[in-house]
């Protein structure tokens, strides 16, 4: 089965600058996530979402982020604007019900600001 | 916050060896998973042991729990230069929504 996939890879803007991710999940996986990873730290998960309705966001920066998945398939993942301090990886990972919540990550997306 | 840590940060082993990394975490959990990130990945997932087990093994990884000092050991036997990563403990805190939290992660090197 394909794997979950995200775009860009690597993205280098400017300071006070607009960014958008983009996160296929695992098809039929209902449950998607957004992690912030930091360089030398563990995951810190920013949303999760079950089919298209939220079920955390209590650790997400809701005055500069924001984040959708319309449809219940795909989802985006939007800063704005962004700080120095938003430089990380952004990875997205996708998970079944009912499978004890083992998590399907795809590569990241490496965030520069400037 | 992160609710795991792992130690220790940084192990370096010669190919061959074993390698034990241990977490610690704070607060009850339905089951606790290891996770391995090689350099510009993302994680992969590994093994999953719930809270009423105490070992598992899958392959050449063996894994403990032990509920009552809220800790998990991960041992990886007979090491290979392919296990150079990072590894990451992630607890599922029983808070209904099957999130994770993660862990500050074990950096491993394997000499060749």
Sequence with gaps: EAGVAQSPRYKIIEKRQSVAFWCNPISGHATLYWYQQILGQGPKLLIQFQNNGVVDDSQLPKDRFSAERLKGVDSTLKIQPAKLEDSAV??????????ANEQYFGPGTRLTVT | ????????????IQEGENATMNCSYKTSINN?????????????????????????HSGRLRVTLDTSKKSSSLLITASRAADTASYF??????????KLTFGTGTRLTIIP
């Design chain 2, 1 to 12: 916050s992160q609710q795991g840590e792992e130690d220790p940060q940084a192990l370096s």
């Design chain 1, 90 to 99: 952004y990875l997205c990972a996708s998970s079944s019900l009912g499978l």
């Design chain 2, 32 to 56: 606790l998973q290891w996770y391995r990130q090689n350099s510009g990945r993302g994680l992969v997932h590994l093994i999953l042991i719930r809270s009423n087990e105490r070992e598992k």
């Design chain 2, 89 to 98: 403990c992630a607890t599922d805190a029983n808070f209904g929504n099957e």
